[in-house]
């Protein structure tokens, strides 16, 4: 069964931050210190889907998924990331899987959307090595809940971006700029991944994944300086994450002028354990060009020559066609099957007169790549889901509520739940 969903993050859109023993989270600090975020928006209510999950559902079960990817708030479950499960914080996810099952969507749990509890931050945070255990000792809590009725599992979201936007740039939580000497974050994540895998499958878990972030690299010129460049991207943005899950080893970080020696005996054997699958979020292709500078061996160049989202980010479809093909390229037999666990855009959906939303622009942008994916399917890539970011106007992350990806459009202000046009249109296009 080819799984078509939606997709959400437990910040962007619970709220609650601090009902029912909820602990702390990175983003809770983070949101709450000046100049942070765009207008000084917080997750503290966010779109109240602690409070109106039922209205959620309902609107998922109208749109016609058979699938729906949300994550779990690490501190909602373990206030401090560390000791006995807050039995509270697992009610609510066990009356929310209870609640898809009834409906016939099948629910995939991300365990790690960026959330981490601040009192493992303040202990050094994914720059210390002990947070990877501490990762498997929630990822068995929550497994040993609800392994029985959740089969499929994420352990990581976008970790390349949590270490480069949290961790190098300090542009999302927890805020540090550390540049290159972020990179024991990498390392840290996907130890915990590794562990995350072993204590799932231990209770019973029947599918497991990790999601990655990817982007196609285009060299600015044929010119060798901007070949090396964009290949030194490619090895940052998108091997350093894939090569050691799919083929047990770090890529050649030679480039950088840097050397993983976090990195322990059996670590690679664990982030190396084979997967049932692998999560692909794709936005956009990256142009690169040869450094202008003695910093990091890549510049920006920009992609340009076609439309943009509200974000800025350029609409192009075949760049998913062509990711999928050369992953397939690259991997070989050991990449596993491939599920798009984000896809989507951000557009500025003001509602019209009559209250509705008429937002052709994500229609034309989910027909585009939806069609990429049947294009990839038909030259060989395993792909056996599509889930599209997101199905609630939600907290963008440092731009607060000013960036719009769902389906739905949330009144901020009251809560208010409205479909937009493309809410109807991807519930025909996936009609079976």
Partial sequence: MFLWGTATASYQIEGAVAEDGRGVSIWDTFAHEPGRVRDGHTGDVACDHYHRWTEDVALMTGLGVNSYRFSVSWPR???????????????????????????????AAT????????????????????????????AALVADRLADRIPMWITLNEPFV??????????HAPGRTLLLDALPVAHHQLLGHGLAVRALRERGAQRVLITNNCTPVWPASSDPADLAAADAYDTLHNRLFNDPVLLGKYP??????VSLDCVQDGDLDLIGTPLDGIGINYYNPTRIAAPTDE??????????????????????????????????????DALPPVYITENGCSQPDVPGPDGTVDDQARITYLDGHIGAVEQARAEGVDVRGYYVWSLLDNF??????????????????????????????????IAP
């Fill in 77 to 107: 479950v373990q206030p401090d990331g560390r000791g006995p499960a807050n039995r509270a914080g697992l009610d609510f996810y066990d009356r929310l899987t209870d609640a898809l099952h009834d409906r016939g969507i099948v629910p």
């Fill in 295 to 332: 910093g990091l061996p890549f510049a920006d160049a920009g992609v340009t020559g076609y439309p943009t989202t509200a974000f800025g980010w350029p609409v192009v479809p075949d760049g998913l066609r062509r990711l999928l093909v050369d992953l397939k390229a690259r991997y070989g």
């Fill in 111 to 138: 365990l790690f959307h960026w959330d981490l509890p601040q009192a493992l931050e303040d202990a050094g945070g994914w720059l210390n090595r002990d947070t990877a255990h501490r990762f498997a000792d929630y």
């Fill in 252 to 257: 050649d970080m030679s480039a950088y002028g």
């Fill in 162 to 171: 949590h270490m480069v936007f949290g961790y190098g740039l300090g542009t």
């Fill in 396 to 429: 963008e992350w440092a731009e607060g509520f000013n960036q719009r990806f769902g389906l739905v459009h949330v009144d901020f202000a009251t809560g208010e739940r409205t479909p937009k046009a493309s809410y109807h249109w991807f519930k025909n296009r």
